[in-house]
């Protein structure tokens, strides 16, 4: 089980929201397929093509904004599009149960979704930073007053550098593989040859999973390279992995290391794979990010897509994630019924920096950021490490 269950909310006050309506439709039937990534969409999903300042931007969305609710927006990884990094997660049983009660909005980098069209020769693939800068047209557009974003690798890099330019529009950041350096002169050289002399899936391959995973030459590593081969635009595919290996270090330290020091301010989780390629850089943003709101998950027996091969787990985390931010999930199992869920926010009754109970859908609270909330937030104030 998991440690963050250790996460006390004693004292803490419970409002319940009133759902309006459900935001999916009732699942009669288990989702057993949720291996074939490209399944049919759900017909709640919403596909919009956004105008920002960088270019078109394609999105999928589920349900619409209620009270001061905050938005689940997730962002992929290099080689993927959100079908193929994000619906087996989505698609587990307790996850729906979960983000039925949130509006659920997932981004494709640009010309990375499924029948996207060729990007013209000499086109210019936005930098991260302007990858970053495309999301808050994708807020403003849908009207969300902020967002919890779930982001994968690159996605995951995107998703922080988002977090440090508009820290207002971020309420909790779940980051999957992220490594905050950039690449070295000596790396940047390794990758250009071993583009030569690899296929493209192969490269993208090498990077989502880890040696031991693509030498067992898994079933799941078969499906993703057939995937990526053919379901994501190869040569927009090259132009976002070239724009993320030439990306620069994530402007992050730890408060009080230096001066004047940036970090993200909203509660983060870092997750990552036992058997992960990434595990080095995730155990490092760790060391640069602030104690007080993050919660670093390893992931045992998981490899490079702890979404992909451990969703029941990832899903209990991100249960317990949202718990600390004031969010919970109380299901009822009921003999011969079918599960059920509701969301409450819980408020704060006695903290020095928050506001009383009374407001709780009126203005804003962040949970984890003040030192005063300790009391209010049981254990959750301290960066915990999680082996699950």
């Not at 807020?139 to 207002?168: C, E, N, R, S, T």
């Not at 595990?279 to 998950?297: I, M, W």
């Amino acid at each position: 089980g998991l440690l963050l269950q250790e996460m006390t909310m004693a004292g803490l006050h419970e409002l319940r929201f009133t759902e309006e309506k459900p935001l999916l439709r009732s699942q009669d039937a288990e989702l057993d397929n949720s291996d074939v990534f490209l399944s049919t969409e759900d017909m709640d999903w919403k596909e919009h093509d956004i105008e920002t300042p960088y270019g078109l931007l394609h999105v999928v969305i589920r349900g619409s904004p209620k009270g001061n609710r905050p938005a689940i927006l997730t962002y992929h990884d290099v080689g993927l599009n959100h079908k193929l990094c994000f619906n087996t997660f989505f698609n587990y049983e307790d996850m729906q149960e979960i983000t039925k009660h949130f509006v659920v909005c997932h981004v494709d980098a640009p010309g990375q979704q499924a029948g996207a069209l060729q990007f013209p020769q000499g086109y210019q693939y936005p930098s991260m930073d302007q990858l970053a800068a495309m999301l808050p047209s994708v807020v403003q557009h849908f009207g969300f007053k902020y967002v919890i974003g779930i982001g994968v690798g690159a996605g995951a890099y995107v998703l922080a550098k988002f977090a440090l330019i508009f820290p207002d529009l971020v309420e909790g950041l779940v980051l999957m593989n992220i490594d905050s350096n950039g690449k070295g002169w000596i790396d940047w050289a390794a990758a250009k040859l071993s583009g030569l002399t690899s296929t493209l899936p192969d490269t993208v391959l090498s990077h989502l999973f880890s040696q031991e995973e693509l030498m067992n030459n898994t079933e799941l590593v078969q499906s993703y390279r057939q995937q990526i081969g053919s379901v994501v635009n190869q040569f927009n595919l090259q132009l976002f992995l070239n724009m993320y290996n030439s990306r620069r270090d994530l402007d992050i330290n730890r408060p009080g290391t230096v001066p004047n020091a940036k970090t993200l301010r909203c509660p983060v989780m870092l997750v990552v794979g036992d058997n992960a390629p990434a595990e080095e850089g995730v155990v490092e943003c760790n060391s640069k990010l602030d104690p007080t709101n993050t919660t670093f998950l390893k992931m045992a027996d998981s490899g490079g897509l702890p979404q992909v091969t451990q969703p029941g787990k990832l899903t209990e985390a991100f249960k317990y994630f949202l718990q600390g931010m004031g969010y919970t999930v109380h299901s009822c199992l009921c003999a011969h019924a079918v599960p059920s869920a509701s969301m409450t926010r819980l408020a704060r009754s006695r903290t020095a920096s928050l506001t009383s109970a009374s407001s709780v859908d009126g203005t804003r609270q962040r949970a984890c950021t003040h030192s005063e909330s300790t009391e209010a937030m049981g254990q959750i104030n301290h960066t915990m490490e999680v082996s699950c």
